[in-house]
């Protein structure tokens, strides 16, 4: 007898809750976690039905190895219509070259390196907010946010060889491959011949990617400069398996590079704004804070260490809002995960938005407390859960470009400026690729001070 014969049967999602999994993935998702309290639950039916790992122990197990859970499965469908063999969905050798390419533009040291000239660009996107703020205009929170994050990505990253209008252009595209791929993953048995929701839209943005990133690999490969951009990095010759690198291999990795850069940051401060406007000794504390260590100075590196709450404002957001909020895995043999047997081909559902949301491992999990972060306090225990970055050997690149880019936009802003939201808060999201919050904020910016050079 095979050691997967020898484990329990996963526990089913009771079949009344099935309809709420699709009308309210989410909120039926925490539902299931924090009834299977810690368990292995499968949710549906039939040969397609995924089991949802909530248990940090299980999902250290999942995410550390690659070789027994891997990216492929239904689940992925969707994301490899938009970014095909990416770094994001690949494994093995077509994985571990694009790996090496891109790991060492995002290790801690080359972030700070480039750290005081990523505060002055977005020190220059900010102040595209001033006149509107003198005007007592009301702004999209989206899409200065997405214009000021573009401004620092494309200037930092890619060495602006990518206009900021462009890499505006792929962020809304990406908003829309966000939304426009979730009917196929809710269905991901659906053929892909048969037409669903979102499709003609879908297919548009991938349109829009490829009409950008296109021309600039090829100019880079016919003109390399040697910089050290992650365009040049990625057109450098290379091979991968004898064979040379393709110019589809890198447009998938650049098309995930830009989405990842970008997308991360503005999604997850989407959020801070209903939080400030719901939150009024939160929003207090975060002035006051940036008000003594920044003051009318411009936001700098040397700043960084100081933002200790900005620092616990940015962790509750992504313990509540993770960016990568679902990450599946597909397992290639009979396992016993946790003392549940899983069959080779099942779908392993791992997501941090449950998980850290849940009774079992948080306190209070529904508020937003930014001092469960407090650097001397205790730690989140037990280690995973919480891991809004993912784990493993495929967590994410950019964590620590996140780590120095959101706070730098935090304190930019708030230090010249104290967002009032028009409108009621709604803490509503968005389901896509990524969260974001259902109905975009709209602000009315009231100028603090001036900034003294």
Same mark, same amino acid.
């Given at each position: ?9 996963a526990?089913?999602?009771?079949? !009344?809750k *099935?309809?709420? +999994?699709?009308?309210?993935p ?6 299931a ?7 292995i ?9 995924? #089991?949802?790992?909530? @248990? ?12 027994? #859970? ?6 992925w469908?969707?994301?490899?219509r ?5 770094i ?8 571990? @070259?694009? !790996?090496?390419v891109?790991r060492?533009?995002?290790?801690s040291?080359?972030?700070?390196a480039m ?12 102040? %595209? ?7 007592g ?9 997405a214009?000021?994050?573009?401004q620092?990505?494309?200037?930092v990253?890619? $060495?602006?060889?990518i206009?900021?209008?462009d /890499?505006?252009?792929m962020?809304?595209?990406f $908003? ?12 991901p048995?659906?053929p892909?011949? *048969? ?12 349109a829009t +990617?490829d009409? =950008?990133? +296109?021309?600039? =690999?090829?100019? /880079? ?10 365009? @040049?990095? +990625?057109? &450098?010759? !290379?091979?991968i398996d004898?064979? &040379? ?9 650049l098309? /995930? ?24 000794e939160? /929003?207090?504390?975060?002035y006051?804070?940036?008000?003594r260590?920044? %003051? %009318? ?5 040397s700043?960084?260490?100081?933002l200790? #709450?900005?620092?616990m404002v *940015?962790d509750?957001l *992504?313990r509540l809002?993770?960016?990568?909020w679902?990450?599946?895995?597909m397992?290639? !043999?009979?396992?016993?995960l ?6 080779a ?17 948080w ?5 937003f407390d930014?001092?469960?972060f407090?650097?001397d ?5 037990p280690? #995973?859960?919480y ?5 493993g ?5 950019g964590q620590?470009?996140?780590a120095?880019e959101a ?9 010249r ?14 389901m ?5 919050p259902?109905t ?6 009231r ?7």
């Amino acid at each position: 007898m095979s050691e997967a014969a020898t484990g329990a049967v996963a526990r089913n999602l009771p079949l !009344r809750k *099935l309809p709420g +999994l699709v009308r309210h993935p989410l909120e039926a998702l925490v539902e299931a976690g924090n009834a299977a309290n810690g368990d292995i639950v499968r949710l549906g039916v039939g040969p397609v039905g995924p #089991y949802l790992v909530t @248990s940090p122990d299980h999902l250290e197990t999942v995410l550390h190895n690659p070789e027994t #859970y891997v990216r492929e499965g239904l689940l992925w469908t969707g994301v490899r219509r938009a970014v095909g063999e990416a770094i994001l969905v690949t494994e093995g050798a077509v994985w571990k @070259s694009s !790996r090496d390419v891109l790991r060492p533009l995002f290790t801690s040291a080359r972030v700070n390196a480039m750290t005081d000239r990523m505060a002055e660009a977005i020190r220059d996107a900010v102040d %595209g907010l001033a006149e509107p703020a003198r005007e007592g205009r009301t702004v999209d929170a989206g899409t200065e946010l997405a214009r000021i994050v573009c401004q620092a990505t494309t200037r930092v990253l890619f $060495g602006d060889k990518i206009t900021v209008s462009d /890499a505006v252009r792929m962020v809304d595209a990406f $908003g829309v491959i966000a939304t426009e791929m979730i009917p196929r993953i809710v269905v991901p048995w659906a053929p892909g011949w *048969l037409p669903l929701p979102g499709d003609r839209a879908f297919a548009a943005a991938v349109a829009t +990617l490829d009409e =950008i990133v +296109l021309p600039l =690999i090829r100019e /880079a490969r016919r003109h390399p400069d040697g910089g050290d951009d992650i365009i @040049s990095a +990625l057109c &450098a010759p !290379r091979e991968i398996d004898g064979a &040379a690198v393709t110019e589809k291999q890198i447009r998938d990795d650049l098309v /995930a590079m830009v989405s990842t850069s970008t997308e991360t940051t503005i999604a997850v401060l989407s959020w801070l704004w209903p939080v400030l406007a719901a939150h009024q000794e939160v /929003a207090e504390k975060l002035y006051a804070e940036i008000d003594r260590v920044v %003051g %009318g100075a411009e936001v700098r590196r040397s700043h960084l260490p100081e933002l200790r #709450y900005t620092r616990m404002v *940015l962790d509750e957001l *992504l313990r509540l809002w993770p960016a990568g909020w679902f990450i599946p895995r597909m397992a290639v !043999r009979d396992e016993v995960l946790g003392g549940t047997r899983i069959a080779a081909g099942s779908t392993i559902l791992v997501s941090p938005y449950v998980t850290q949301r849940m009774r079992a491992f948080w306190s209070d999990p529904d508020d937003f407390d930014p001092e469960r972060f407090d650097p001397d306090g205790p730690k989140p225990e037990p280690h #995973y859960s919480y891991l809004p970055f993912g784990g493993g050997p495929h967590r994410c690149l950019g964590q620590y470009l996140f780590a120095v880019e959101a706070p730098l936009i935090i304190a930019t802003i708030l230090s010249r400026f104290r967002p009032h939201l028009v409108g009621p808060v709604d803490f509503t999201p968005r389901m896509g690729a990524s969260l974001r919050p259902a109905t975009e904020a709209k602000l009315v910016l009231r100028p603090v001070r001036a900034v003294v050079p």
